[in-house]
C-alpha cells in the first residue's frame, strides 16, 4: 500500500525558509513520479512541483527560483526546499505519488503558514 507522509509544516514568518519531507512505502519508489501541491483556503488544490522518476522537475510559475524539489530514491523520500517564503505560500502542501500500473496517492497533507 502506498501511503505518502508529509512533514515539515510549521509556522515561518515571511522571507523565511521550509523544507517538507515525504516519505512513501512502497516498492520500485525509483520508478514513481512524486508531486507536490497545495491549497490554500478557498481555492483549488494546484501544482507546486512535479519530478519524474529520470529526476526531471517542472515548476509552477510561482515556485521557480524560489522552490527547490528533490529525491533521494534509497530512503523512498522527496522534499521541498522552499525559501523566500511570502504569505501568499500559506497552504496544505500535499504530496502525490504517481505509481506506474497502479495509480495516484495523496497524502495527509501538511500545514505552512507564512506570517507577513
Known amino acids: 500500500q502506498v501511503r505518502p507522509v508529509e512533514s515539515g509544516g510549521g509556522l515561518v514568518q515571511a522571507g523565511g525558509s521550509l523544507r517538507l519531507s515525504c516519505a512513501a512505502s512502497?516498492?520500485?519508489?525509483?520508478?514513481?513520479?512524486m508531486g507536490w501541491y497545495r491549497q490554500a483556503p478557498g481555492k483549488q488544490r494546484e501544482l507546486v512541483a512535479i519530478?519524474?522518476?529520470?529526476?526531471?522537475?517542472n515548476y509552477a510559475d510561482s515556485a521557480k527560483g524560489r522552490f527547490t524539489m528533490s529525491r533521494d530514491d534509497a530512503k523512498n523520500s522527496v522534499y521541498l526546499r522552499m525559501n523566500s517564503l511570502k504569505p501568499e505560500d500559506t497552504a496544505v502542501y500535499y504530496c502525490?505519488?504517481?505509481?506506474?500500473?497502479?495509480?495516484?496517492?495523496w497524502g495527509q497533507g501538511t500545514q505552512v503558514t507564512v506570517s507577513s
Open positions: 502525490r505519488a504517481i505509481v506506474p500500473m497502479s495509480g495516484d496517492y
Open positions: 512502497g516498492s520500485i519508489f525509483s520508478s514513481w513520479t
Open positions: 519530478m519524474t522518476s529520470g529526476g526531471t522537475t
